[in-house]
Every structure is written in structure tokens, then in C-alpha cells.
């Protein structure tokens, strides 16, 4: 099941910022391709941008695209079963949020240059502000957050707009190294 990106509600105008534009899919064998989350996401930002919103930044676009491509593919290797996907897009936040049938709370492992493998969850951490892991039904859901704002510089740089995690490591601190204890929990 596949719910096109779209407005929630019907009638409302597409330039409108608090307009929130969401894409879910499911998958029901946990067979799921991440080039299908990818470009879901894509069609999502390309739809805000034409609607008249404020352009999502190329950084947190492709930030935001890591984090689908590791999350699903997690859920494809990790979770018996049934998956899913939720993207959204508010004024000022995209989350992305996957679902499947584990129990089991990932774990994001220590960084290892030797190791094959095991460091999507770091990544998703690293690039998101936060990752918050909750109990969804006979599952979890994991849910990703790039939250968006003017730049406190924009009357100096023509109003761009910047991811949170880039304001972060500008300030010298990384933001989304305070969401790996958020998962761990």
C-alpha cells in the first residue's frame, strides 16, 4: 500500500507553510527497497518546492536521504514481517519514520573503521537532530528528525535556510550525537 505525497487535508492552499505534506508506503514481506524510500522522499521535497514553500537545503536533503536508505534497509534485515514508511513535512521539520516487527530496540555500535557493516544507525543519528524509538504495535517505529529554520545570519546571506545539525557543528557542537542515548534507552 502506497499513499502518493500529498496534502492531509483537501482544500487547503498549496503556497500555505502549516500545510503538512505526507507520503506513507508499507511493505508487507519486509522485502522493501531503499531506492523506493529515496525517491518517495524526493518526490516529497520536489512537491514542497513547487508548492510555493521554502526550498528543504540540499544538505538536509541529502542528509535526510541517507537516513531513509539506512532506515529502511534496517528494517528489511532486522524485522521479520511487515514494514513501513511515514515521511512528513511541516513548516519547519521532516520526519521520517519507519516501522516494523521487531521488538528488539536498535542499537548503534561504537564506530569501527575494520567492521563491515553495522554503522547505518550511527549515520542516521550523526545526520538527524534527534532519533526518538518507540513501541509501535507488535513492533517499534523509529523516527528521524531534521528540523529547518532561518539562518540566524539570513539578512546576511539572503535568507537561506539551514538544517539544525549544520547550525550545530558551525557552533562546534554536534547535534546529533545527543539522540544516541535517545536510542539507547
Not at 64 to 74: C, G, K, M, Q, Y
Not at 78 to 90: T, W
Amino acid at each position: 500500500m502506497v499513499i502518493p505525497p500529498g496534502k492531509q487535508k483537501a482544500g487547503e492552499p498549496e503556497t500555505d507553510e502549516r500545510t503538512v505534506l505526507r507520503h506513507e508506503a508499507a511493505w508487507e514481506d519486509g522485502a522493501v527497497h531503499a531506492a523506493e524510500a529515496r525517491h518517495a522522499l524526493r518526490a516529497l521535497l520536489a512537491r514542497a518546492s513547487r508548492s510555493g514553500r521554502a526550498a528543504v537545503p540540499a544538505p538536509l536533503a541529502l542528509d535526510a536521504e541517507l537516513a531513509v536508505s539506512e532506515l529502511v534497509t534496517n528494517a528489511a534485515l532486522h524485522a521479520p514481517g511487515p514494514c513501513g514508511l511515514i515521511l512528513r513535512l511541516s513548516g519547519d521539520e521532516l520526519t521520517i519514520t519507519v516501522w516494523d516487527t521487531s521488538r528488539d530496540a536498535p542499537v548503534a555500535k561504537e564506530a569501527d573503521p575494520t567492521r563491515v557493516g553495522g554503522h547505518g544507525l550511527r549515520m542516521v543519528h550523526t545526520v538527524s537532530d534527534r532519533v526518538v524509538v518507540a513501541p509501535h504495535g507488535e513492533g517499534k517505529r523509529i523516527v528521524a528528525h531534521f528540523p529547518f529554520a532561518p539562518d540566524r545570519d539570513a539578512d546576511h546571506r539572503g535568507g537561506t535556510v539551514v538544517p539544525a545539525s549544520a547550525r550545530a557543528e558551525h557552533d562546534g557542537f554536534h547535534a546529533g550525537s545527543a539522540g544516541l542515548d535517545e536510542a539507547r534507552r
